[in-house]
């Protein structure tokens, strides 16, 4: 990845109105220096504050949603997730940190495109990578800032107001629906673009694709509309191969955002094991050894790979040495890419829009395809895995075949599988799915009444800083605490 230079601007000094200063103005303006930074530069910031470093990959992400939808577990105490308990500023660490971050750059981004009357891929680009970002914080947390949002500068708005997420919901369809349209056939975004690197074609298969994401989404609370975005997604052409996997490329340095944030983080925590839920469920699977390794002496061989049961703690458990880790020698690297949406989770989504008898699709296959992607993808992401080949896919495929009367169990437990370190997908997905089915902890401390979280809340500090806009949520969501649904989880 090449590094992008942020060039520091000079302001125009600005004089009286006095007849004296006429003329003046131009004398000060150095014609070496851009009077905006470019929006080139601006996008390729945005893109990785959207992977994020490793504060929230840290916290939000590994901390509670990885070991909440047993991906993961620990005994350390701060690893709270699991065990349910409330830790604000772990469960408010995304919201933190996305809003003075990826959301203010990518308002700002777009607000530039549109003085600049750029209609076109980068208006396009733009708004599709909008949405995901928001995305992740609505399906975190629920009703927020969004139509009012990032605009402190913009527009002088300090309090905006949290809006519904159903309404959010619509307006990201729209938003996409319109964005893979003004995509082109180039961008002049080129190398600033981390993700699809200009490539134009792709980033149009990620707005359908994140467009059919959303719209099953919305599975149970309004199924016309999910089939109707679903049909409509499929139609426009989603991702067809692992070709098309939206990721965040990251290197080793020279330090912080650059880096892998899930990286970081297990340089820094030892403490994380694959929770036994996972390991258990990938016994029969070649995925099992790319993934995990043992902590004592780094074996992938199947039968030294245990999972950690989560709820454990250090007086349950007197050696985690003994338990699988996820493998630092393949997965964990400060300089692998960061997922956001895969080909696999695209066929997986189709598998079960057929399953419900929406799309004409045969469930089966697609499933099937998910199933080989999944695999089949890792070493695409990871360059030090191991390829899996079509004769391993196949005798998986042979050993657990689809079987259409528990099809949307299968369907959903091969999402979960296929979405490690991807947590804020899987914790979404198994919250709208209710697959796998989990076995909930239920540890003394606890704040949930032994039931896994719902959401992760709102930071308290917008009780005081945004009261008003911070008061008609609650009566509008809930109250703000973990077990408070959010819209499309009824």
């Known amino acids: 990845m090449k590094k992008i230079v942020l060039t520091i601007f000079a302001l125009s000094l600005v004089f009286s109105s006095c007849e004296f200063d006429k003329g003046f103005e131009e004398m000060n ?29 840290w916290r939000a992400s590994l901390i509670y949603q990885s070991v909440m939808i047993q991906h993961l577990s620990s005994t350390a105490g701060y690893w709270s997730g699991d065990r349910y308990f409330r830790n604000d500023g772990y469960a408010t660490s995304l919201w933190d940190r996305y809003y003075p971050s990826a959301v203010k750059e990518i308002e700002d ?22 949405v995901f970002i928001y995305s992740r914080i609505t399906d975190l947390h629920g009703d927020c800032p969004y139509s009012e949002a990032g605009q402190g500068y913009t527009n002088g708005i300090l309090k905006p107001k949290y ?22 056939s180039s961008t002049t975004l080129g190398a600033s673009d981390l993700i699809f690197q200009g490539n134009t074609a792709k980033w149009k298969a990620w707005g359908n694709s994140m467009m059919l994401r959303l719209a099953m989404r919305m599975s149970k609370v309004d199924a016309a509309n999910a089939q109707a975005w679903a049909t409509k997604a499929i139609g426009n052409g989603t991702m067809t191969s692992n070709a098309h996997i939206a990721l965040i ?35 029969d699977d070649p995925r099992l050894p790319i993934l995990a390794a043992r902590r004592s002496d ?18 349950t458990v007197s050696d985690t040495s003994i338990y699988a880790e996820p493998n630092r020698a393949v997965i964990t690297g400060t300089d692998v890419p960061m ?12 598998a079960e829009a057929a399953q419900r008898g929406w799309t004409s699709g045969s469930a089966a296959t697609h499933y099937n395809n998910g199933v080989k992607a999944a695999m089949q993808m ?22 657990k075949p689809y079987d259409a009367a528990k099809g949307l169990q299968m369907i959903g437990e091969q999402y979960w599988a296929a979405t490690l370190f991807n947590e804020y997908e899987a914790f979404s997905n198994w919250r709208r799915t209710g697959f796998p089915v989990l076995t909930p902890t239920n540890d003394p401390g606890n704040v949930t009444g032994g039931t896994i979280p719902r959401r992760l809340i ?29 819209w499309w989880d009824k």
Do not use: C
């Open 29 to 57: 303006v150095n014609p070496g220096k851009a009077a905006q930074l470019e929006v080139a530069n601006k996008f390729a910031s945005v893109v990785l504050r959207t992977s994020g470093g490793r504060y929230e990959n």
């Open 109 to 130: 981004i777009k607000a530039q495109l549109t003085a600049e009357g750029n209609s076109g891929s980068e208006m396009g680009m733009t708004r599709i990578l909008r």
């Open 163 to 184: 809006d519904a997420q159903k309404d959010i919901y619509a307006d990201f369809l729209k938003e996409l629906d319109e964005a893979v349209a003004q995509i082109g």
């Open 249 to 283: 490329a990251h290197t080793d340095g020279p330090g912080g955002i650059n880096k892998n944030g899930h990286g970081e983080v297990f340089q820094a925590d030892g403490n994380g094991r694959m929770s036994k839920t996972f390991v258990d469920f990938l016994k």
């Open 298 to 315: 780094k074996s992938t061989a199947i039968a030294d790979l245990i999972g950690m049961p989560n709820g454990s703690t250090s007086a």
């Open 339 to 350: 997922v956001l949406q895969t080909y696999a989770e695209v066929e997986f989504l189709k």
């Open 378 to 399: 890792l070493s695409q992401i990871y360059p030090k895995a191991a390829a899996i080949t079509d004769a391993e896919v196949t005798a998986y495929l042979a050993l």
């Open 458 to 486: 709102w930071p308290m500090g917008e009780e005081s800083t945004n009261a008003d806009n911070y008061k008609a949520a609650v009566a509008a969501q809930g109250a703000n605490n973990f077990t408070t649904r959010v």
